[in-house]
């Protein structure tokens, strides 16, 4: 299928990114897939609780099972086999401000940030001299799409109905028939919201055109078009899964001052979003149409697989410095869309109800997401105190997109996805610090900050601090915990697209997240 099926399915209110309103939560005026193309590059590292409360700053540390994902070297430090396992619990918090009205909302969620085995075949000895080789495999969380926000107003000054009117304009009633015609709306061109809404007779033509329309809540005052009374406007929006990366890793050290190290990535996307907008009549007898409410909900679900490569090192020129670099490949990843969307509307005088749904819609598309490269430095004060710091370079304006043949001609051209990445996109810097002291051999207390650089030029970072704490045994057993917080971020709010004659009202929406980690683990 033409990947226009999604674009002219989806309706306004599908995640997207552009630089017209790239700080809009809904990402109302972009297309679809160059969202899907940010979206799915994006990697905020969990990581084991060790990790993560020392903001993964790990480049040049390594030594641990979450580290793994960001510098292959990581392995080649054990000079012993290791196992550990990473709980997560996060909670997600939003609030929203709509025409004057503020809602919270709070979402918790459980999963598994981390789990891996290092197996160390050692041939180091306790002198300077040696070498170690080990082979590792771990599961890494990359990225949590988890939240929800809800936001609710009432006005009378426009209706998510009339940019559906707007979008049905310059198509005969007949065509948007759904009775006549079992391939809408993909052979007429119109988003599935539009049929939807004239087959449940929320759109109707003007009285004196045949293919412009305007909708239920709007009355005709002479020739003026205006909203008939009081809506109360209601919208939900929940998103769940993840990306999680399966490596294989080789690595190994050389005279206890080299250590190197290659992963195999292979990434599993799983994403849900689900949307519910709708608008009910304060008092349905101002409105000509005898119009009381509607429910409009839009349901996708996305699955991929990608695979990559990384390179890294860590070298120690002197005692208590560490230096790391890595590189890592673009993750050619193939992704599956299916999407659906229904709509049931209420009248009184007479009292009816109308329900349509579309058929489901499905789209394979393939994208190739940003090279990265990553340095890093710390400093280890004996066996009392480490310093880090890291900088990551991210390449998303070479991210790519092409239909599952490999052909990039359906997203290339003047203002095609693949153009509008190139000119909106850019090469981000991300930092990562983290300290860790230890009062006592067998206690670390640790903190760190991770600063993410927006893949859009004027873009909203994104901003994380943290602090732990871990224990390990004289015999080999070892338990961590983080506390991940990301800072407030605030971004502005529409529900619904500007038309000629209508403004939409822009509300704000703030968000933030708190993760709790626990590893658990053994050394042998």
């Known amino acids: 299928m033409k990947k226009s099926l999604l674009i002219l399915s989806s309706i306004l209110l599908v995640t997207a990114v552009s630089g017209q309103s790239v700080n809009d939560a809904l990402r109302i005026s972009q297309r679809p897939y160059v969202a899907s193309a940010s979206l799915f590059s994006q990697n905020f590292y969990e990581g084991t609780a060790r990790t993560a409360a020392m903001g993964n700053a790990f480049i040049s540390l390594g030594g641990d ?28 918090r939003s609030t929203s401000d709509y025409l004057g009205t503020a809602v919270n909302n709070n979402l918790a969620s459980f999963g598994v940030s981390s789990l891996g085995y290092v197996g160390s075949f050692s041939k180091y000895n306790k002198s300077r001299m040696g070498s170690n080789f080990n082979l ?14 809800s936001a609710s107003g009432r006005t009378n000054q426009s209706s998510w109905l009339s940019s559906v009117a707007y979008g049905a304009d310059g198509t005969l009633g007949t065509e948007l028939d759904m009775t006549n015609n079992n391939e809408y709306p993909f ?24 293919d412009t329309y305007f909708g239920a809540t709007e009355n005709l005052v002479g020739t003026s078009i205006v909203i008939g009374g009081d809506l109360d406007q209601n919208f939900t929006r929940e ?26 990535g292979i990434q599993s996307l799983n994403y849900t979003d689900r949307q519910i907008y709708s608008e009910s009549a304060v008092n349905p007898a101002l409105f000509n149409s005898g119009f009381d409410s509607f429910e409009h909900t839009y349901s996708q679900t996305t699955t991929g697989v990608g695979f990559n490569a990384k390179l890294g090192i860590i070298y120690l020129p002197v005692k208590g410095l560490r230096i790391g670099a890595t590189i890592a490949t673009p993750t050619l990843m193939t992704i599956s869309d299916e999407w659906e969307e229904k709509i049931v509307s209420n009248f009184i005088n007479p009292s009816e109800t109308y329900t349509k749904r579309s058929s489901i819609g499905d789209y ?50 003047t203002g095609g996805e693949n153009e509008t990445i190139s000119n909106d996109f850019r090469f ?44 390990i045994s004289k015999k080999g057993f070892f338990g961590d915990i983080a ?22 009202p822009v509300g704000s929406l703030e968000n933030s997240a708190l993760r709790v980690m626990l590893t658990f683990g053994f050394r042998f």
Request: proline letters at 5%; glycine letters at 12%.
């Open 65 to 92: 099972v979450g580290a793994i994902s960001i510098n292959p070297a990581a392995s080649g430090i054990y000079k012993y086999s290791e196992f550990s396992i990473t709980p997560s619990v996060n909670a997600y």
């Open 136 to 149: 590792s495999f771990s599961i890494n969380k990359l990225n949590n799409y988890n939240s929800r926000f």
């Open 187 to 210: 052979s007429i061109g119109v988003p599935w919201r539009s049929v939807l809404a004239y087959n449940a007779f929320l759109i109707d033509p003007l009285p004196d055109s045949d």
């Open 239 to 264: 998103t769940n899964g993840g990306l999680s990366e399966f490596v294989v890793n080789l690595g190994g050290g050389i005279a206890n001052k080299l250590f190197y190290g290659v992963n195999i």
């Open 364 to 413: 394979n598309y393939n994208l190739i997401t940003p090279m990265r490269v990553g340095f890093g430095a710390s400093v280890v004060i004996g066996t009392v105190g480490i310093l880090s710091a890291d900088v990551e370079g991210v390449g998303y304006n070479w991210m790519k997109l092409s239909d599952n043949y490999g052909n990039s001609n359906p997203f290339d051209g």
């Open 428 to 471: 981000a810097k991300n930092f990562r610090f983290g300290f860790e002291v230890k009062p006592v051999p067998q206690l670390a207390l640790r903190g760190g900050y991770s600063f993410y650089q927006s893949p859009e030029t004027g873009g909203l970072d994104n901003h994380f601090v943290s602090v732990g704490a871990g224990v």
């Open 483 to 504: 506390v991940i917080h990301k800072v407030k971020q605030t971004e502005s709010l529409r529900l619904y697209a500007d038309v000629p004659g209508s403004t939409a």
